[in-house]
Nanobody, 123 residues
Framework: VQLQAFGGGLVQAGGSLKLSCAVSGRTFSSLAMGWFRQTPGKEREFVAAISRNTGTTNYADSVKGRFTISRDIRKNTLYLQMNSLRPEDTAVYYC?????????????????WGQGTQVTVSS
């Protein structure tokens, strides 16, 4: 399975960005998906996830109400819509996939990872 994340960039506080993650090599609908983020010197942090069959979503408290995870099964693409961005959202964002029905909020719960895309929010 190959994952390729893109869509990061520089945005002012209060602005929006939409990340995408293209999935290939396995039927997209057979994977649960997630987004994580990481800043230098810190552990990779859970952001959001979507389950395999029902599309049930869950979010970190820090992004709840501001970020939305979604997927387009026909396009084999995962999305993360990020609104009301804050400087503390600055990080490298990674998409991840796991061969399970449900989601996981820990990075070691995922089997496959994309290369990451940088998001920088200026104050």
């Amino acid at each position: 399975v190959q994952l390729q994340a893109f869509g990061g960039g520089l945005v002012q506080a209060g602005g929006s960005l939409k990340l995408s993650c293209a999935v290939s090599g396995r039927t997209f609908s057979s994977l649960a998906m997630g987004w994580f983020r990481q800043t230098p010197g810190k552990e990779r942090e859970f952001v959001a996830a979507i389950s395999r069959n029902t599309g049930t979503t869950n979010y970190a408290d820090s992004v709840k109400g501001r970020f939305t995870i979604s997927r387009d099964i026909r396009k084999n693409t995962l999305y993360l819509q990020m609104n009301s961005l804050r400087p503390e959202d600055t990080a490298v964002y990674y998409c991840a996939a796991r061969r399970s029905y449900g989601t996981s909020t820990t990075s070691n719960g995922y089997n496959y990872w994309g290369q990451g895309t940088q998001v920088t929010v200026s104050s």
